[in-house]
């Protein structure tokens, strides 16, 4: 159970659009994105980081030699 006050000043971490708590699903909605958050404790999970993983892995690797096609021309 939600307060509508706190509702109200609620809004999404993606795109800042109001959000909207069904009581059925316990979930707040976004009315722009359409995402969902988890509310435990009474408390709305708003981070982005825990709704999806981030995976932000850049190798520093170099890539000097380039790989050409050399055909040779076959003659028939
Ligand atoms: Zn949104």
């Known amino acids: 159970m939600l307060d509508a006050d706190l509702v ?19 979930l707040l909605t976004c009315q722009q994105c359409r995402g969902e958050f988890e509310v435990r404790q009474r408390i709305p999970v ?7 993983q981030s995976a932000g892995n850049s190798h520093p ?12 021309e076959a003659g028939g």
Not at 10 to 20: F, I, R
């Open 8 to 26: 109200s000043v609620l809004a999404c971490p993606y795109d800042g659009a109001a959000l909207t708590y069904a009581t059925h699903t316990r």
């Open 46 to 52: 708003l981070v982005p980081e825990l709704a999806r």
């Open 61 to 72: 690797r170099t890539t000097s030699s380039r790989a050409t096609p050399d055909l040779p």
